[in-house]
């Protein structure tokens, strides 16, 4: 069945990919009215997410952001369509990076690099990111339940130098790179909400206080790789802006969680000030009222692990 799911609707989603894009903001502004209006796609989700990152909000701006939020909602996922015909010419005009050489200063370590970054503005199209840099591109993803939607999207994504890698094997791809001294960058989207019986650390954010990843602080610490924070800004309708941060050139020296607060606060930081272009629609918060009193430590959720 998912064969024939994916033999049916990939014609669809390529003759969708090569419309020039003031015909595919014309189909997202429709496609907005529909799953906004009529389907009301998430809708309790998105509106309990906003009153609780917001609460000093009243009801009309929360409404405004939610509405601003679905717009932008439908172009990420046009933008995800329009990469698998997009050229990397017009990508690069699209998708820019500020400062490399912040990059370059990471890479002069030689060391080999965690990059953190949030569900927010476009991460999909972090695909051309080989372009500025030097080290080998590695960037962990979710598997697709369809396995011939999933091979066509890692190739895809592949296709600008780069590889995906399913998350349960960045461990793996590692110890393999260290192994062979193949110096690389790992991107990690770290603001999702990990499983309870996968938490190890509890924080404040959004005024919440919530479960939260610390994989790539805990591979940091233990391979002694450099952290690098990145930030994605909208600048208009399908175009951004990337800057990077490092967050630590010795992790191991860093107290526990120290790296996790400082990738917390600069992204409620970029959020607060564009609350729209986050993704409100994943349940951040589904976990708030189940924080426990003792936390482990990195080294030993690491351990516990392998």
Known sequence: MKRIIFIITYPILWLFSILPFFILHLLSDLIFLLVYYVIGY???????????????????????????????FIDIFIEMAKSFTISE???????????????KEAEAL?????????HYGNWEWIINFPKVASFKTIAAYTRLTNPHYDNL?????????GEFIQSS???????E??????????????DQSPSIHKTHYWAPFLNVKV???????????????????????????????VSFKILSKNPKEAPDYTITDQFLALTEKQIRKQPEYYFWTHKRFKHKDNAPVKHTTVKDTYNKKN
């Open 177 to 190: 790179n260290k192994q062979k001294n193949i110096l690389s960058v790992y991107g990690l989207l770290s």
């Open 169 to 175: 094997k960045t461990i793996k791809k590692i110890l």
């Open 153 to 161: 999207i890692r190739k895809n994504r592949n296709r600008f130098g």
């Open 211 to 241: 479960p939260i990843h610390t994989g790539a602080e805990m591979l940091a610490k233990k391979h002694d790789f450099t952290v690098l924070y990145m930030s994605v800004t909208k600048t208009k309708r399908s175009h951004y802006e």
């Open 42 to 72: 998430r809708k309790e989700v998105v509106v309990n997410n906003l009153k609780l990152a917001f609460p000093e909000k009243k009801e009309k701006e929360l409404q405004k952001i939610h509405k601003k939020f679905f717009k932008h």
């Open 89 to 103: 010419k017009e990508l690069n005009k699209r998708y820019k990076y500020l400062n490399p050489e912040v990059l």
């Open 110 to 118: 030689n060391k080999s690099i965690i990059l953190m970054g949030s």
